[in-house]
T-cell receptor, first 114, second 115 residues
Framework: EADIYQTPRYLVIGTGKKITLECSQT?????MYWYQQDPGMELHLIHY???????EKGDLSSESTVSRIRTEHFPLTLESARPSHTSQYLC?????????????FGSGTQLSVL | DQQVKQNSPSLSVQEGRISILNCDYT??????FLWYKKYPAEGPTFLIS?????DKNEDGRFTVFLNKSAKHLSLHIVPSQPGDSAVYFC??????????????FGKGTLLTVNP
């Protein structure tokens, strides 16, 4: 199983603050993802990366940005947090064989913006 | 437009009985399907998967059935245990994902197993 770590687990912050959600994985996976999920809703892909210096926006538009300077690290940044950013943010990495993929998720960051 | 649909937001069963969670998809290009289990305030964990070349895959108490003609899959849990109480997400992958790989999730079904 992949080891993938997210910090912080919970974050309560005021409007206008800059925040960075950390995500690291120790399995050497090239592919990493950020999903956003609200209760009762599907997971929405907001960013993904297929390797160092590669980042792409996902299906759901997000004001956040990401970077991939090292294989194991994929942080997400919000320059100015707003209450609409309140959500759970899930980081994942994947291993693939042939055309098959399996995602491994971190424990998530529950973000509340007041 | 949702491509993966889990039409039952919740399901409640008695311990020891069978739990059946359903999932429908609209995109015939999907060729690999996964089920994830998620506890509150945790990330999803992989449970079981099935390729479109199969109609059944079994792992212990968990069995996934795929009906390609109906674009329907189901997850059976037998016997259900209180620890199975969680949200279950169905997910699908498109053929030829390659560099455009994207996993599409349903909205999830909250399963409650009562002692």
């Amino acid at each position: 199983e992949a080891d993938i770590y997210q910090t912080p687990r919970y974050l309560v912050i005021g409007t206008g603050k800059k925040i960075t959600l950390e995500c690291s994985q120790t399995m050497g996976h090239d592919k990493m993802y950020w999903y956003q999920q609200d209760p009762g809703m599907e997971l929405h892909l907001i960013h993904y990366s297929y390797g160092v210096n590669s980042t792409e926006k996902g299906d759901l538009s997000s004001e956040s940005t990401v970077s991939r300077i090292r294989t194991e690290h994929f942080p997400l940044t919000l320059e100015s947090a707003r209450p609409s950013h309140t959500s759970q943010y899930l980081c994942a990495s994947s291993e693939s064989w042939g055309r098959r993929e399996k995602l491994f998720f971190g424990s998530g960051t529950q973000l509340s913006v007041l | 437009d949702q491509q993966v649909k889990q039409n039952s937001p919740s399901l409640s069963v008695q311990e020891g009985r069978i739990s059946i969670l359903n999932c429908d998809y609209t995109n015939s290009m999907f060729d690999y399907f996964l089920w994830y289990k998620k506890y509150p305030a945790e990330g999803p964990t992989f449970l079981i998967s099935i390729s479109s070349i199969k109609d059944k895959n079994e792992d212990g108490r968990f069995t996934v059935f795929l009906n390609k003609s109906a674009k329907h899959l189901s997850l059976h849990i037998v016997p259900s245990q209180p620890g199975d109480s969680a949200v279950y997400f169905c997910a699908a992958i498109m053929v030829g994902g390659g560099s455009n790989y994207k996993l599409t999730f349903g909205k999830g079904t909250l399963l409650t197993v009562n002692p």
